[in-house]
């Protein structure tokens, strides 16, 4: 009979079983980190440069034996870079800062810029007069208060931005709640398209699914509906400049925003064509009109109705001899 291995002592296996949450923990956080992953050099392919043959060669031909299968098993360990989904609670970095707090924060910082536009926009409809005038009394204070390097000026000026630089507006309390809950059920319904998503893989593999990329998200939520084309051709130029696209991941740009653009005129084809078959659906057939029937007189009403006619002409004639 075979040996029953012993069994892992309680202490000991929750013990390993938090340091294997700490791992992934750290690994998660690591891949979270942009960076590091900005850091990492791309991976290139080795090439094995041919050796000429050499008597130790055989020799040596078992050991390179061994040494391929090991090499293949360790091959198969490495492949397997799969994540667990969903992940536990203790494997993800907890944020630091709350989702009402990053609505406010971008909140407030559209605010900002949308004051800065205004303001320029009212600097540029300045009258000619007034714009010549201010221009003239920059130029004179400059003349008096020259500075003698270009690095005091510039330190002056990065002084001067910063203490004139205006600070965010807090949102009332009414405006942050809707919003906060306009951009959940946004957030809600992109992470839903996200999960409904199917890769292509075995029927087996489903279970276990390698990390999303970004442009793979712009992809589902182009196919979803959930952004319009102008929105996805900005967050493509954006993430492009932070995370430089390589060859063959993305082969055609702006993809993302262009099946957009196809589904939005494809649904609106379809919703046009059987717009027209829905509308007499719920309408109410008209009800039937009802033809008058003619009343026919009775034989006596019109016997009587034919002598005093007889009677009245008699009359006439009468009175006209």
């Known amino acids: 009979m075979g040996k029953r291995k012993a069994p892992v002592p309680a202490a000991l296996h929750r013990e390993l079983s938090e340091y294997t949450s700490l791992l992934r923990a750290l690994k998660n956080t690591d ?5 590091s992953q900005l850091i990492k050099p791309v991976a290139s392919s080795q090439h094995t440069v041919p050796v000429p043959s050499s008597p130790d060669s055989a020799a040596s031909k078992p050991q390179a034996k061994e040494k391929g299968k090991l ?3 360790s091959k198969g360990k ?5 994540t667990r989904w969903p992940l ?3 494997e993800f970095a907890a944020p630091e800062f709350t989702f009402d707090d990053e609505v406010r924060a971008l909140a407030a910082e559209a605010l900002l810029i949308q004051r800065e536009y205004e303001y320029a926009d009212a ?4 009258p000619l007069s007034e714009g010549s005038h201010m221009v003239t009394v920059m130029d004179t204070l400059y003349a008096q208060d020259q500075p003698q390097s270009l690095e005091q000026d510039v330190a002056e000026r990065e002084e001067e931005e910063e203490e004139e630089e205006p600070e965010p507006e807090d949102l009332p309390a009414a405006d942050l709640s809707a919003l906060n809950l306009t951009l959940s059920t946004y957030l809600t319904q992109i992470l839903a398209a996200i999960a409904a998503h199917v890769p292509r893989a075995e029927k087996s593999m ?11 998200v712009l992809e589902i939520m182009a196919a979803a ?6 929105a996805l051709e900005d967050i493509d130029r954006r993430m492009c400049a932070i995370y430089p696209v390589r060859d063959g991941e993305n082969p055609s740009p702006h993809t993302a925003a262009s099946r957009a653009h196809r589904t939005r005129v494809a649904r609106s084809s379809l919703s046009s064509m059987v717009a027209r078959f829905e509308d007499s659906i719920f309408d109410a057939p008209k009800p039937p009109q009802m033809r008058d029937r003619k009343k026919y007189k009775s034989e006596k009403f019109v016997h009587s109705e034919d002598e005093e006619n007889d009677g009245s002409e008699d009359e006439d004639g009468e009175s006209l001899q």
């Open 88 to 90: 536990l609670p203790g």
């Open 123 to 126: 600097d540029v409809h300045l």
């Open 225 to 230: 509906g959930c952004c319009a084309p102008d």
């Open 78 to 82: 490495q492949q397997d870079n799969w």
């Open 206 to 216: 489903q279970n276990r699914l390698k990390p999303l990329g970004w442009q793979s």
């Open 31 to 35: 891949n979270l980190d942009l960076a």
């Open 71 to 73: 090499k293949g098993k």
